[in-house]
């Protein structure tokens, strides 16, 4: 398994949107093993192909305590959204930056698992809040997006400034 590299923010590859995958093979499964890998060492709770720069439907997440319950969505399609949460969201493309999005609270998702099995899972708290950050990023889209465009101006300003050196993980704050 391999560390993958993570593209960070406002790195155009993250707006680019991601492909269909035709059929769940080897390269798909070594591709979940890696994004894993990749989460788990970050560390985060969720991870889309987008952020690594692979362009194809699939994210990983797991909000597990434990970081053992691994869940895989290839091709995730939104069935069903209710009632609105506004929660604190990090992201792996945006290292150090926390901030308020309002999202459905409760969601209904259709997609395929690591084997090519078909599921539905109903989702609310965080894990339907990271589902829906990593599908917008499979459709090009980074939740500092949903900011006012002074507040991405200065999270852009942050991110220079952080560039020359490192940004250490907030302990208790799960990064999507």
Do not use: W
């Not at 406002?10 to 707006?15: A, G, S, T, V």
């Not at 093993?33 to 952020?51: E, H, I, R, S």
């Not at 002074?150 to 799960?174: F, H, N, S, V, Y």
């Amino acid at each position: 398994m391999a560390l993958l590299h993570i593209l960070r923010y406002p790195d155009r590859r993250l707006h680019k949107v991601a492909a269909r995958v035709e059929r769940v093979d080897g390269g798909i499964r070594k591709l979940i093993k890696d994004m894993a890998n990749t989460m788990y060492a970050a560390p985060g709770v969720g991870l889309a192909a987008t952020q690594v720069d692979v362009h194809k439907r699939v994210i990983i997440i797991d909000v597990s305590e434990t970081r053992d319950q691994l869940n895989v969505f290839i091709n995730p399609e939104l069935t069903a959204a209710s009632g609105e949460a506004e929660r604190e969201e990090g992201c792996l493309s945006v290292p150090g930056v926390f901030e308020k999005v309002r999202r459905a609270e409760r969601i209904t998702v259709r997609a395929l698992d690591g084997d090519g099995s078909p599921f539905t899972l109903q989702a609310e708290g965080l894990l339907a809040v990271c589902i829906q950050h990593e599908m917008d990023h499979l459709e090009g889209k980074v939740f500092v997006e949903y900011l006012s465009r002074l507040k991405q101006q200065r999270i852009l300003a942050r991110l220079k400034k952080q560039g020359r050196r490192a940004p250490q993980p907030e302990a208790g704050r799960p990064v999507l």
